[in-house]
């Protein structure tokens, strides 16, 4: 479990929805809300593939800060949390950077062939913070 969160940020910084998709197990589910792209449902890795490409392609991660509440382990397969965790994303079309502030429930199981991989894993985005426009 230690290494997952780790391995996420990586290939959420580099953009690669494809390593990210192998982070979901094969019947997973994926759902937003409040996030610039707005509402959205993916229900297996391939839709969670898609949806997480055509995000990266419009958005890149700056830098993501994890939430301090630890993954509650149950019976060493199974793990969940619900924490907070901060964003900053930068559109790829240029304009500013937003500091997003994201409530997300995740649920893990460990699957004995792929490591951890989320079941389901559903995030709000509660504040949305832009730095006000340079005066001149």
Do not use: C, N
Not at 20 to 48: C, H, K, M, N
Not at 85 to 104: D, M, N
Request: cysteine-free; hydrophobic content about 40%.
């Amino acid at each position: 479990m230690d290494d997952f969160f780790p391995t996420y940020l990586a290939l959420l910084e580099a953009g690669d929805a494809d390593g990210l998709g192998l982070l979901y197990a094969e019947q997973a589910v994926l759902t937003s809300f409040g996030g610039p792209q707005g509402t959205s449902w993916s229900v297996g890795r391939d839709q969670i593939v898609a949806g997480l490409a055509a995000a990266l392609k419009d958005f890149e991660v700056v830098i993501e800060v994890p939430s301090t509440v630890p993954y509650d382990l149950r019976g060493g397969t199974l793990a969940g949390r619900l924490g907070t965790f901060e964003s900053t994303i930068r559109p790829r079309a240029g304009g500013p950077e937003a500091q997003l502030t994201v409530q997300a429930f995740e649920v893990l199981a460990l699957s004995p062939t792929d490591g951890w991989q989320y079941l389901s894993d559903q995030s709000q985005v509660l504040k949305v913070t832009t730095p006000p426009p340079h005066q001149t």
